[in-house]
């Protein structure tokens, strides 16, 4: 595993909606390029890119049609390799999102595949012939969609989400129709050949590594993702020969699995057994008005990390492009609390563009490329108060998405230097996080306090012979907690390194008490 992931903060860049810098109302890679102080300034030093490769953008890009070239919206392969490389002067890494599971109708490989005479594509994707009925009884077919009627060949392309996103085959684990392909076949085989190809390329050109989409789906009816496993820990093994620094983030929403496949790194998300909505989405614990609970997520999470210690780590995301936006169900004052616990966890955490400031999600948009109920959490990013929040020049009908229209839209101009704002707040504890071994991937933690709806949390991380305690009130009331004597002991002489709100208070011996809407760190 890349040594630069211990000390890893992560910046979700959405291209299309981060800077424009040709005023055609679309974000681009020279306007990553021209944030890049910013994001470093953040204190994030390593970057996610969503998907920038040539596409249909039916889904915003995560329907490939050149896995080799980026989208022309964006810049070319050159413009893409440069911002390598200024990142790589800021000492920060940079991860692409890979989508190895299907591709555009329109990409060439499945225009290949659909011809009636045999070629070199004729098996890299899914086909059912069309003669035969769909047997509802195939677990498989009874929950996919097949595409038919567009191609030379009597078959049906399987399609994996939209009907514009063509299922490429890595074979199916339990094998109950003729036309499907068994996982270790040489046809299914072939689709890890071309990830590995893929990657190589992207590398060789200065990626520091991948965030893969759908990363569990894609050999077809695998019982405990066997055969998935197989494919994933074969890709690695390819990379520790090749590129043995490059990092694989998994989106697959399930650590256990996920890190046992070989990947270095998965998130919890908004789907899988994580309770990660039990904080900041669904009857969040970090808002004090909706009484939810921490615990059941905790418990979770200490399993997790029990089944995947010294395989990789668990990352906790701020959001994502698929989520609502964490400001919809928390008041910026929860959301510096919500950071406060996100930016002190071990493993890698990642924060996603405009979350520090506090972007809405704006609710109401039209679906854009096939964002749907997601396009609210894509628009564009608010820099300052100027002409379209700063993201462009173009005229306000030409833009991506539209800004948010409030008076009082957030914006990172406005909170700059104020150390009350969000923005500040969230810097301050990635500076804190940066300058303490205890605070990073690797650091240990113990859950001194964490019980079913009760307040607050208390945990403690370390490394080496550092000790650093958070405690967290997300509640609208004062509350206090008794802890095990020897962290007592060692409170009793621990400084305040960082607080949000009134400084949680030692008394009494074991007794820590916080202050509703508080989070205290101590070192």
């Known amino acids: 595993m890349a040594s630069w992931l211990n000390n890893a903060i992560f910046y979700e860049v959405y291209p299309q909606s981060f800077n424009d810098t040709n005023s055609d109302g679309i974000g681009d890679f020279q306007g990553i390029i021209n944030k890049l102080d910013y994001i470093s300034n953040l204190g994030c030093n390593a970057i996610w890119i969503n998907p920038c490769f040539d596409s249909s953008f039916y889904d ?76 509802l009884n195939s677990p498989y077919e009874s929950i996919r969609g097949f595409l038919g009627g567009i191609a030379e060949r009597p078959d049906a392309a399987a399609v994996n ?29 072939e689709g890890r050949l071309l990830i590995q190809n893929i ?42 020969g090749t590129h043995p620094d490059a990092v694989l983030i998994s989106e697959w929403g399930d650590p256990v699995n996920a890190l046992h496949s070989g990947f270095d790194m998965d ?30 997520f905790v418990d979770t999470y200490q399993a997790m ?32 609390l919500a950071f406060a616990f996100l930016l002190t966890l071990p493993g890698c955490p990642f924060i996603y563009y405009g979350d520090e400031i506090g972007m809405r999600y704006e609710h109401g948009l039209l679906s854009k490329e096939g964002g749907y109920e997601r396009t609210g959490s894509r628009t564009p990013m608010q820099w300052n108060r100027n002409t379209n929040a700063g993201f462009s020049a173009a005229h306000s009908g030409d833009l991506y998405l539209p800004i948010d229209p409030s008076d009082d839209r957030p914006d990172v101009a406005s909170q700059e230097g104020d150390a009350s704002s969000l923005l500040e707040t969230v810097r301050s504890f990635n500076t804190l996080r940066l300058a303490h071994p205890a605070l990073q ?13 009760a307040h607050p949390l208390v945990y403690a991380r370390s490394a080496g012979d550092e000790r650093i305690v958070i405690a967290i009130n997300t509640s609208d009331a004062d509350a206090s907690c008794t802890l095990p004597d020897d962290y007592a002991d060692r409170l009793a002489h621990a400084d305040v390194l960082l607080a949000v709100g009134d400084a949680a208070a030692r008394c009494d ?12 760190i101590f070192g």
Not at 441 to 453: K, Q, R, T
């Open 60 to 135: 915003a890009g995560y329907d490939v049609r050149d896995y080799y070239a980026t989208a022309e919206r964006y810049g070319t392969n050159e413009d893409l390799h440069r911002l390598f490389d200024r990142a790589h002067e800021f000492d920060m890494h940079v991860l692409l999102d890979l989508v190895p599971g299907h591709t555009a109708i329109d990409n060439p490989w499945f225009l290949e595949s659909g011809k009636g005479t045999r070629n070199a594509w004729t098996d890299r994707y899914i086909w059912r012939p069309m003669t035969q009925s769909p047997n």
């Open 161 to 189: 989400c939209f009907s514009t996103q063509a299922c490429l085959n890595y074979g199916f684990g339990t094998v109950t129709e003729d036309w499907q392909f068994a996982a270790d076949s040489p046809e299914a085989q």
């Open 199 to 240: 990657m190589d390329f992207w590398l060789g050109l200065g990626a520091d590594g991948f965030r893969v989409d759908m990363a569990g789906s894609l050999v077809k009816e695998d019982p405990d993702y066997y055969w998935t496993k197989q494919l994933w820990r074969q890709v690695r093994a390819h990379l520790d």
């Open 267 to 296: 998130f919890l998300l908004h789907f899988g057994p994580s309770h990660y909505l039990d904080l900041f989405r669904e009857n969040p614990y970090f808002s004090a008005s909706a009484n939810g609970d921490i615990k059941a």
């Open 305 to 336: 990390l029990a089944d995947t210690k010294g395989l990789g780590y668990i990352c906790v995301p701020s959001g994502n492009h698929d989520m609502i936006r964490m400001r919809d169900t928390l008041t910026p004052g929860e959301m510096k």
């Open 441 to 453: 991937a690797d650091g240990a933690i113990v859950f001194l306090h964490a019980e079913d709806h």
């Open 509 to 520: 011996g074991t007794l820590l008490h916080t202050p509703a809407g508080s989070a205290t």
